[in-house]
């Protein structure tokens, strides 16, 4: 701390007399300085403009002023400007709040001695900062300097290679000069914890002339790994060109162990393990604004042992804790990554289910299926020693977002309520925050059940929707298909598709689908009306391994021409495992069936992924067609999606055509086909082959 000028250090303390001891304390220990106190915020506003300290050092709690308001007045004079906490009680949470606002230590005052270490480390620290940013023009450094820094540091040339250490990186690693010497720094001390994307961007960092600063694992010479925090900065010729690199590594292994035990104190309940009420609150806080963002659903789910406390009061606390750990592993194990499951306290556990579905019954069935399960794991028996336990479960399900002012709090109270619902009505039962749930998880089960049978009942039927050219003729269909659900009429398939998708129905379906639809594809053929049919394929039933060997069979049993087959697949499908994708797509394509891109615009319309597919058309989504002639954005949309479709040399039909004017504005930008209400509605099948006859002849 020797310097040219006083070390200038200013005390924020309301005990004169804590004031002085502290100032004894720092002189004791052959600090030169001089020193200013102040306790309210005028006067502490004052001495930083005019005073111009090299360090503040601050009582917590003052009656005038407090600690955590100087440290922000500190980080908006100077983020430079070492700050060290001085106080009479803190715990261990609050001292983390400090560290994490930005304080660079904190010492209680019953622990005085420390603080000349604190601040010689506060200090140190700063000329760190310092010397790195000024990025020092040469490597003329004092040898005594450098062999007595308490930080390893390491010289390396311009290629990387290490020139040369200090001692204090032998004692780190555990390596010698002549055994450093030469080597690559990433290579000799590399753990395999950090990918080539990390060394890339460090190296990206220094090479444009820049410090870089960070954390990583390293791995001494006995093999040991071990966290530092490192520097590296650039040193520069005469001629201002990179010449060498000196490397700053500190070992924060004691540091990091502190970080994590209070992290774990905070956040984490004691004995499962698991995410604390706190950290749960915090995450449910995160993710209810992200849904709000992102249009995602998500659920919370709170889960009470039901005879828990009959067991604990009759075998005790320890088989009691055992219960709730094992409880505790059983609703993890149902549950994703990018789920929480927390213990609330007690018998209490909260589970958060985020990025559900982007629609509300979709959300709804999946958190249904997710609390089942849950509630099922929780009816099993508990094996613990040579005994089993047998408790149950009540579970109370709430949805989000449900509201913008929706809170936590509202949450939580509708959960609550729930589970208070699902213990009324027996226990080991899952209940809904909102009438309306409930019946929506009753109606897709039994939607679920009925689809099951709706093939083999024959309930299952199947549309064609006309597409026609410019000049208003027939050149191809859509098979649509259509479920007339006893008693429910027509069931549109906006309803059950999803749940077809999500059962594994849709595979069986689709089959019946395509056998159909070529059924009546021979029929056309037959009587002479040469009509493309499209039939739509789910991304389940594609990536079936036996895909292209049903299309085959069906096509062989039906007799259909493949040559008017085309298959209608999503953007979302195609891009996915593109390989595979192109492969099957490119086997079906040898036998004359054609492939269309269906809702082209409402997924990745990746040109760079399009080009490799073997395509013959896209598919204009209704979504932009409706608005194309007055909305600028989806008009631009639509002329976009006919730029891509002419530059891959493809064809292009617009769904959902309803108006004249629409179908102007199409046919003014080069639009060839069309389909939708404006020329007809899915028809069944002798409607369709009527009216076909009519239009085309035969």
């Known amino acids: ?37 102040v306790e309210s915020r005028p006067a502490f506003l004052k001495a ?35 700050f060290i906490i001085l106080t009479g009680s803190i ?33 140190e620290r700063k000329r760190n900062r310092i010397a790195q940013a000024e990025a020092e023009m040469t490597l003329h450094l004092q040898s005594i300097a450098l062999q007595a820094a308490a930080n390893a540091i390491v010289i390396t040339n311009q290629d990387g290679l290490i020139e040369w250490i200090n001692p204090a990186f032998s004692t780190l690693t555990g390596y010698s000069l002549a055994e450093a010497s030469g080597k690559n720094p990433s290579e000799l001390l590399s753990s395999g914890r950090h990918d080539i994307a990390f060394y890339q961007s460090l190296w990206d960092t220094i090479l444009a002339g820049r410090i870089w600063r960070g954390e990583l694992i390293n791995r001494r010479k006995d093999g040991s790994l071990y966290p530092e925090e490192q520097t590296i900065t650039p040193v520069y010729d005469k001629q201002g060109q990179i010449q060498h690199f000196v490397a700053i590594k500190q070992d924060i292994s004691e540091r990091k162990i502190a970080e994590a035990q209070i992290h774990r104190l905070a ?30 659903w998500g659920a919370v789910l709170l889960v009470d042992l039901d005879q828990f406390k009959r067991v604990n009061d009759a075998r005790g606390h320890e088989i009691g804790d055992l219960l ?24 209490e556990f909260a589970v958060l289910l985020v990025n559900l579905a982007t629609t509300h019954p979709t959300a709804i069935r999946r958190a249904s299926r997710l609390a089942e399960k849950i509630r099922a794991a929780l009816d099993k028996p508990f094996r613990i020693g040579a005994a089993d336990y047998h408790i149950s479960a009540s579970i109370g399900v709430t949805i989000f977002p449900k509201a913008v002012a929706e809170s936590v709090d509202d949450l939580l109270r509708e959960a609550d309520t729930a589970l208070y619902r699902a213990k009324e009505a027996g226990r080991n039962s899952v209940s809904y925050f909102e009438p309306a749930m409930q019946e929506a998880v009753q109606a897709r089960f039994a939607l679920e059940h009925d689809l099951r049978q709706a093939l083999a009942r024959g309930e299952m039927r199947l549309f064609l929707q006309p597409q026609v050219d410019r000049q208003g003729r027939w050149v191809g269909a859509e098979a649509l298909v259509r479920w007339e659900r006893p008693g429910h009429g027509l069931v549109s398939p906006a309803l059950f598709i999803p749940v077809a998708e999500e059962s594994g129905i849709i595979v069986t379906l689709g089959r019946w689908v395509l056998e159909e639809a070529c059924r009546l594809l021979k029929q056309l053929d037959a009587a002479g009306h040469r009509l493309r049919v499209a039939v739509n394929v ?10 292209s060997a049903c299309v085959r069979e069906v096509l062989d049993y039906s007799g259909a021409d493949s040559n008017h087959l085309v298959l209608e697949v999503t953007e979302g499908l195609v891009i996915e495992n593109i390989h595979d994708t192109v492969a099957k797509m490119m086997e079906l394509n040898c036998l004359g069936i054609e492939f269309s891109i269906d809702d082209f615009g409402t997924g990745y319309s990746s040109l760079a992924y399009l080009k490799q597919l073997p395509l013959h058309e896209l598919k204009i989504d209704r979504t932009f067609v409706q608005d194309a002639p007055t909305d600028p954005n989806d008009a631009a949309l639509v002329e976009a999606i006919l730029a891509v479709a002419r530059h891959l040399k493809l064809s292009v039909v617009a769904e959902g055509v309803e ?5 102007d504005f199409l046919k003014q930008r080069g639009c060839e086909i069309f389909q939708g209400y404006y020329f007809d509605r899915p028809l069944p099948w002798p409607q369709f082959e009527e009216k076909a006859r009519l239009q085309m002849g035969g």
């Open 1 to 37: 701390m020797n310097t040219d000028a006083p070390l200038r250090i200013l005390f924020v303390e309301d005990v004169p007399a804590d004031a002085e001891l502290a100032v004894r304390m720092l002189r004791k220990q052959g600090l030169s300085f001089t020193s200013i106190r």
């Open 538 to 547: 789910s991304p389940r039933q594609f990536r079936q391994p036996d895909f």
């Open 48 to 82: 930083l403009a005019e005073y111009q300290p090299a360090l503040v050092i601050s009582d917590y709690s003052m009656p005038q002023f407090d600690g955590m308001c100087a440290l922000h007045l500190v980080l908006q004079h100077d983020a430079n400007l070492p």
């Open 659 to 663: 108006t004249e004017t629409q179908l």
């Open 324 to 347: 709730i750990k094992q409880a505790g592993e059983r609703i993890s194990n149902d549950l994703r990554d990018e789920d929480t499951v927390a213990r609330q306290g007690g018998d």
């Open 91 to 123: 715990n261990e949470e609050t001292a983390v709040d400090c560290i994490k606002a930005g304080a660079w230590d904190y010492v209680l005052k019953e622990r005085m001695t420390r603080l000349p270490f604190a601040v010689n480390g506060a200090l």
């Open 267 to 296: 956040y984490y309940d004691a004995l499962t393990g698991l995410p604390n009420q706190r950290l749960f609150l915090d995450r449910l806080n995160q993710s209810l604004a992200a849904a709000r963002r992102s249009g995602y």
